[in-house]
């Protein structure tokens, strides 16, 4: 009987270090919650990292360098302290994994193939021929296959899943289901679905603004006003509606114009006073709801910060969030800074959150 | 202060490439030296580099101190409390007369991790930080020393892997040494002053990457 203690080792973790990805199931409890703090917090050092995580300086060295080795995790420029060698922080690879998201809107659908740290490589956009947010492209398949032709066999292994955010109310139809058989079947890429507005704010968690923030209160303005709050990194959502009509619904109905699309308001309104108006007017409806669900969310919890993610034109979310800290003491609320399809940037956030992170 | 002590064999101790075992580099030129240059004044470096040193394998020519396994305990306790251990031996384990596989001589490696974890000469009884080193694997043509070290070469490139998954497996810290220097043509299994250098300012990097709380 050998002594275990000096058995051979088991090389698992490194026999499985070829290009791509490792299997899910070989990802260890303690690899997931370093990756998730590197997601969470960006650059950062090993010292930190054991910090953060309460896993000993070891381990997080064994599991960085294998995670650095899988070409997950990279060495940031040294950085100089006032003595000693340099340090050296550890961050994301950009180039380390990929996810494609999408979203179903009431427009558009909207596809985005985006890297590790959440930067858009690739995007499509499909215009629905009839507005409403209720079924499949015909074309996303397609779209799909052709955003995954055009990227590289090396970048290809590295795609993590495909996040697919769907709108509040969206039927378990047959038409997702055959979607969601023939992505996974073809394309060999698991198909996560979620929310597409807690999708847009865990997006912004992860990849933008809100980065830093552990609570905070999330406004999504498309057809209509979504409201979000998040408690130290966890999204909630009311149990009652969380969707209001004075969003771009709304707007547009005050213009009398349905069926235009908002992009040509916004262009029309330049240099137009009618229309200038109509817009002041449809801000002061959109900042008065917004500072009374401000307002509610204050009777229970301290926020102090709102993030507004919309892609109507960047000034007028600015204003609106002046507007909004203007009228509620201690609030600071920002743009959020995805403003690319954010729905479908946080929806590919998805497969990242489950294949790599201790929440997955 | 911090301590580190460096466990290693005649790459260590710094003797100089292609001369005999009493010609050793000057301190200020030796990696453990060059190391405790790098990371400044908040750290005290002991240098433990014996020529011949094997890991945990008793010489029947070269004499039973050799064997690190036999020396490091001790060592350890003289000089604990010791905040980082660094190892780097393995070479010798090559020799003929020990004919060892690059696995057999990572096991070697294991057991020295797992007596120091057994003594856990860390501050206030914990366990030190370990680093282990990947020597640089050796030239083809080792001089007179090719037939001691007959076959050698070929397995001296297999270390660094071994070593790996022996570190991984036991969760310390470890360093392919080959990444930053080789072994120098003059005899084919000793550092240059170069060599020393390049490891030297490695090694400083790694033991500060560890991460140090300001205190």
Same mark, same amino acid.
């Given at each position: 009987?050998?002594?275990?203690?000096? &058995?051979?080792?088991?090389?698992?973790?490194?026999?499985?270090?070829?290009?791509?990805? %490792?299997?899910?199931?070989?990802?260890?409890?303690?690899?997931?919650?370093?990756?998730?703090?590197?997601?969470?917090?960006?650059?950062?050092?090993? +010292?930190?990292?054991?910090?953060?995580?309460? @896993?000993?300086?070891?381990?997080?060295?064994?599991?960085?360098?294998?995670?650095?080795?899988?070409?997950?995790?990279?060495?940031?420029?040294?950085?100089?302290?006032?003595?000693?060698?340099?340090?050296?922080?550890?961050?994301? %690879?950009?180039?380390?994994?990929?996810?494609?998201?999408?979203?179903?809107?009431?427009?558009?659908?909207?596809?985005?193939?985006?890297?590790?740290?959440?930067?858009?490589?690739?995007?499509?956009?499909?215009?629905?021929?009839?507005?409403? &947010?209720?079924?499949?492209?015909?074309?996303?398949?397609?779209?799909?296959?052709?955003?995954?032709?055009?990227?590289?066999?090396?970048?290809?292994?590295?795609?993590?899943?495909?996040?697919?955010?769907?709108?509040?109310?969206?039927?378990?139809?047959?038409?997702?289901?055959? +979607?969601?058989?023939?992505?996974?079947?073809? +394309?060999?890429?698991?198909?996560?679905?979620?929310?597409?507005?807690?999708?847009?704010?865990?997006?912004?968690?992860? +990849?933008?603004?809100?980065?830093?923030?552990?609570?905070? @209160?999330?406004?999504?303005?498309?057809?209509?006003?979504?409201?979000?709050?998040?408690?130290?990194?966890?999204?909630?959502?009311?149990?009652?509606?969380?969707?209001?009509?004075?969003?771009?619904?709304?707007?547009?109905?005050? @213009?009398?114009? %349905?069926?235009?699309?908002?992009?040509?308001?916004?262009?029309?309104?330049?240099?137009?006073?009618?229309?200038?108006?109509?817009?002041?007017?449809?801000?002061?409806?959109?900042?008065?709801?917004?500072?009374?669900?401000?307002?509610?969310?204050?009777?229970?919890?301290?926020?102090?910060?709102?993030?507004?993610?919309?892609?109507?034109?960047?000034?007028?979310?600015?204003?609106?969030?002046?507007?909004?800290?203007?009228?509620?003491?201690?609030?600071?609320?920002?743009?959020?800074?995805?403003?690319?399809?954010?729905?479908?940037?946080?929806?590919?956030?998805?497969?990242?959150?489950?294949?790599?992170?201790?929440?997955? | 202060?911090?301590?580190?002590?460096?466990?290693?064999?005649?790459?260590?101790?710094?003797? /100089?490439?292609?001369?005999?075992?009493?010609?050793?580099?000057?301190?200020?030129?030796?990696? =453990?030296?060059?190391?405790?240059?790098?990371?400044?004044?908040?750290?005290?470096?002991?240098?433990?580099?014996?020529?011949?040193?094997?890991?945990?394998?008793?010489?029947?020519?070269?004499?039973?101190?050799?064997?690190?396994?036999?020396?490091?305990? =001790?060592?350890?306790?003289?000089?604990?409390?010791?905040?980082?251990? /660094?190892?780097?031996?393995g070479t010798?384990?090559l020799k003929r007369?020990?004919f060892q596989t690059a696995a057999?001589v990572?096991?070697?490696?294991?057991?020295?991790?797992?007596?120091?974890?057994?003594?856990? =000469?860390?501050?206030?009884?914990?366990? =030190?930080? /370990?680093?282990?080193?990947?020597?640089?694997p050796m030239l083809d043509d080792l001089?007179?020393?090719s037939?001691?070290f007959e076959g050698a070469p070929a397995v001296s490139r297999r270390l660094a892997l071994e070593?790996?998954?022996?570190?991984?497996?036991?969760?310390?810290?470890?360093?392919?040494?080959?990444?930053?220097?080789?072994c120098?043509?003059?005899?084919g299994f000793?550092?240059?002053?170069?060599?020393?250098?390049?490891?030297?300012?490695?090694?400083?990097?790694?033991?500060?990457?560890?991460?140090?709380?300001?205190?």
């Amino acid at each position: 009987m050998p002594d275990m203690r000096f &058995a051979p080792p088991n090389p698992i973790r490194i026999a499985d270090r070829a290009a791509g990805l %490792n299997a899910v199931s070989v990802r260890s409890y303690n690899e997931r919650l370093v990756l998730s703090m590197l997601l969470q917090h960006g650059s950062t050092t090993r +010292f930190d990292i054991g910090e953060k995580t309460g @896993l000993s300086a070891q381990t997080v060295s064994v599991i960085v360098r294998s995670l650095e080795q899988e070409g997950l995790v990279t060495r940031g420029e040294a950085q100089r302290g006032r003595m000693g060698p340099p340090t050296i922080p550890m961050g994301l %690879n950009p180039e380390g994994a990929y996810s494609i998201g999408i979203s179903i809107g009431f427009r558009t659908t909207d596809i985005v193939l985006i890297d590790f740290v959440g930067g858009v490589i690739d995007s499509e956009t499909l215009r629905h021929v009839s507005p409403g &947010a209720d079924h499949v492209h015909p074309k996303l398949y397609s779209t799909v296959g052709t955003l995954l032709a055009k990227i590289s066999k090396a970048r290809r292994r590295r795609i993590a899943g495909i996040g697919l955010a769907l709108p509040e109310g969206f039927g378990d139809t047959r038409e997702l289901a055959t +979607f969601k058989e023939r992505a996974e079947a073809d +394309f060999g890429l698991e198909v996560f679905v979620q929310n597409d507005v807690t999708a847009a704010a865990n997006g912004e968690s992860l +990849f933008g603004v809100a980065r830093d923030l552990d609570n905070y @209160l999330f406004f999504y303005i498309g057809a209509m006003v979504h409201t979000r709050l998040i408690l130290n990194h966890q999204i909630h959502r009311s149990s009652s509606t969380s969707a209001f009509d004075v969003g771009l619904l709304h707007f547009e109905r005050a @213009l009398g114009s %349905n069926g235009v699309s908002t992009e040509d308001l916004w262009r029309r309104s330049e240099g137009s006073p009618q229309y200038a108006t109509a817009v002041e007017r449809w801000k002061a409806d959109c900042v008065a709801l917004l500072a009374d669900k401000v307002r509610e969310a204050r009777q229970f919890v301290d926020v102090g910060t709102v993030v507004l993610s919309s892609y109507v034109p960047r000034d007028l979310c600015q204003s609106i969030c002046d507007d909004l800290s203007s009228r509620e003491q201690g609030l600071s609320a920002v743009v959020g800074s995805i403003h690319l399809a954010p729905k479908a940037v946080g929806a590919a956030s998805l497969p990242y959150a489950s294949r790599f992170t201790v929440a997955g | 202060m911090r301590t580190v002590l460096c466990f290693g064999d005649s790459n260590t101790h710094g003797q /100089i490439p292609g001369r005999g075992p009493l010609d050793r580099f000057d301190w200020s030129a030796r990696w =453990p030296g060059v190391m405790a240059q790098a990371l400044g004044p908040g750290w005290y470096v002991i240098e433990e580099g014996l020529s011949g040193r094997t890991t945990v394998r008793d010489d029947p020519i070269e004499g039973m101190h050799k064997n690190g396994r036999h020396y490091l305990t =001790p060592c350890l306790q003289s000089h604990a409390p010791i905040d980082v251990v /660094i190892l780097m031996l393995g070479t010798n384990d090559l020799k003929r007369r020990f004919f060892q596989t690059a696995a057999e001589v990572a096991m070697g490696v294991g057991c020295l991790i797992f007596d120091i974890k057994d003594l856990s =000469p860390g501050p206030g009884g914990q366990v =030190p930080e /370990i680093l282990v080193v990947a020597p640089p694997p050796m030239l083809d043509d080792l001089r007179e020393w090719s037939g001691v070290f007959e076959g050698a070469p070929a397995v001296s490139r297999r270390l660094a892997l071994e070593f790996e998954i022996q570190a991984d497996s036991n969760e310390v810290h470890f360093f392919d040494a080959a990444s930053v220097c080789a072994c120098d043509p003059a005899d084919g299994f000793h550092l240059s002053a170069e060599a020393h250098r390049d490891l030297g300012l490695a090694l400083a990097a790694e033991v500060s990457g560890i991460g140090w709380a300001n205190d």
